[in-house]
């Protein structure tokens, strides 16, 4: 049932303005926000105190991994995965988006490391090249000892391909192919959206990977 909010409604003028912020969220729409806005009318009010706190404080307690742009802690340079020595640093997996990167872990096969470009190219949403996150990438291809393997898991959509094209198509034109044997995830995913993907679909795409 939909709980549409007009503007002559007998409700208080805050909670209007409560239904039309939350109701801004991704993925939420006003039915949602509506039931949403009065749970935290009638909350504790040291629940209400603590959510305050952390949406106030979320930007300054989190920062971003030198190496791979996953999100971490506020005063870390890099991240855990970055960081523990038991993951396989030969093999790094490209996502574009940091929510990629935690399905892939969540089907606990994957024991690479990551590159979270944090976009795909999308033109017409004005998102280009110089937008994403490539730079540090090519960098640390550059800087390896050994050879690398790069998983391509960008999403199975235009913007995905564009921008694994264009990744493609630079590790030639920067003469770095020598120093990398580039994979993609096969075309198996139900959803066609990493982070929607079901474990058995992530896990077969990641196990039968193709070389490019």
């Known amino acids: 049932m939909a709980y549409i909010i007009f503007t002559d409604s007998p409700l208080p003028e805050a909670l209007k303005q409560l239904i039309h912020n939350i109701s801004l969220l991704p993925w939420i729409w006003e039915n949602r926000a509506t039931k949403l806005a009065f749970f935290m009318l009638n909350a504790n009010e040291n629940y209400l105190k603590q959510l305050r706190e952390?949406?106030?404080s979320i930007k300054e307690k989190t920062s971003f991994c030198e190496t791979c742009w996953a999100i971490t802690d506020a005063g870390k340079e890099?991240?855990?995965?970055c960081k523990n020595s038991s993951r396989d640093h030969t093999q790094i997996c490209i996502v574009e988006e940091y929510l990629d990167l935690l399905t892939l872990e969540q089907s606990g096969w994957y024991q690479g490391v990551y590159h979270v470009?944090?976009?795909a190219i999308s033109p017409m949403n004005w998102i280009f090249v110089w937008d994403l996150n490539f730079s540090k990438l090519f960098?640390?291809?550059d800087d390896a000892d050994n050879k690398l393997e790069i998983i391509i898991a960008t999403n199975p959509n235009l913007e995905g391909e564009a921008t694994s094209t264009f990744f493609i198509e630079e590790i030639e034109k920067r003469k770095l192919?020598?120093?990398v044997k580039i994979?993609?995830?096969s075309r198996g995913l139900s959803s066609g959206y990493i982070e929607y993907a079901d474990t058995m679909s992530l896990v077969s795409a990641l196990r039968e990977r193709k070389e490019v």
């Open 139 to 141: 960098q640390r291809i």
């Open 117 to 119: 470009l944090w976009w």
């Open 177 to 179: 192919k020598h120093k």
């Open 54 to 56: 952390n949406i106030m």
């Open 183 to 185: 994979t993609r995830l």
């Open 78 to 81: 890099s991240c855990n995965i």
